[in-house]
């Protein structure tokens, strides 16, 4: 695991796609959903994918995660060229190596807190490594709740479950879709806070899909999608920047 504090200093990238296309369906319905895309995501950085309705953003992130085949190009995770790989080393290695975070925590009712973030690695049999975990915890600021059960934390709390629950596995890399659509403000600024941190002090590399200007705030890096393609890039956004480069955005394509 990559601890380095500065991200994007070490030039180390988690995963990249080169020349990637996805296109579904045929004929009249056929779709360009991806056109070519070149993009890398380093490690111990914070990305935040942005884009109008339709842009791609949900079709890059799953070719990435591995959860959807590719037309052209090609994705990476680490070294491991996943266009290459069987259906049994996919599912390994999205196990192993990629954390998720969904709008919807999908955490299981009658486990608590602590079980609920163990959860995937009991099931694959996997000792947790518990200096890790530890420090997973206390950066998640649950340390009390972990007796909890989901139906006695709040949403922002219960993501935060969910957020360390993709972390405790120690993956190479997380990635999120739309994971504050389901939070009030205040929650959705909770995870957001504690998805940084993860990336600060823990070295994690986060890539998440929003179309909340203030959610891709707390990024790094802001990449933008539109019509398949990636247009800009974004060091350091504020929320304003973002915005103003959004509304561009929908001009252009609508
Ligand atoms: P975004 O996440 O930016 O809203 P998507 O990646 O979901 O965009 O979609 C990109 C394009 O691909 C859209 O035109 C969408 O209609 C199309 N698309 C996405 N998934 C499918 C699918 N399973 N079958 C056909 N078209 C799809």
Request: charged share 25%; hydrophobic share 40%.
């Amino acid at each position: 695991m990559q601890t380095d504090p500065h991200p994007g200093q070490t030039g180390q990238e988690a995963a990249t796609a080169t020349g990637l296309s996805k296109v579904y369906g045929e004929g009249e319905t056929r779709v360009v959903a991806l056109d070519q895309v070149t993009v890398s995501f380093r490690q111990a950085e914070f990305t935040a994918i942005m884009g109008p309705s339709g842009s791609g953003k949900s079709t890059l992130m799953h070719c990435m995660a591995g959860l959807d085949t590719v037309s052209g190009g090609s994705a990476r995770i680490g070294e491991v060229e996943l266009t290459k790989l069987k259906d049994k080393k996919l599912t390994q290695l999205r196990r192993d190596r990629v954390g998720f975070i969904f709008q919807a925590f999908n955490l299981l009712p009658t486990l608590n807190a602590l079980e609920n973030i163990t959860l995937p690695m009991d099931i694959a049999g996997r000792k947790p490594d518990q200096e890790w975990l530890d420090k997973v915890i206390s950066t998640v600021g649950l340390a009390d709740r972990l007796k909890h059960r989901p139906n006695q934390l709040s949403g922002g709390q219960q993501q935060r479950v969910a957020v360390a629950r993709a972390l405790a596995s120690k993956p190479h890399i997380i990635f999120g879709d739309e994971p504050t659509g389901n939070l009030d403000s205040r929650s959705g600024a909770e995870v957001l806070n504690f998805l940084r941190n993860s990336v600060r002090e823990l070295g994690q590399t986060v890539v998440m899909v929003t179309h909340d200007p203030v959610a891709a705030s707390y990024a790094d890096r802001v990449i933008f999608l539109a019509d398949g393609r990636v247009v800009d890039e974004m060091r350091d956004p504020n929320a304003d920047r973002v915005l103003e480069r959004m509304k561009n955005l929908d001009n252009r394509v609508r």
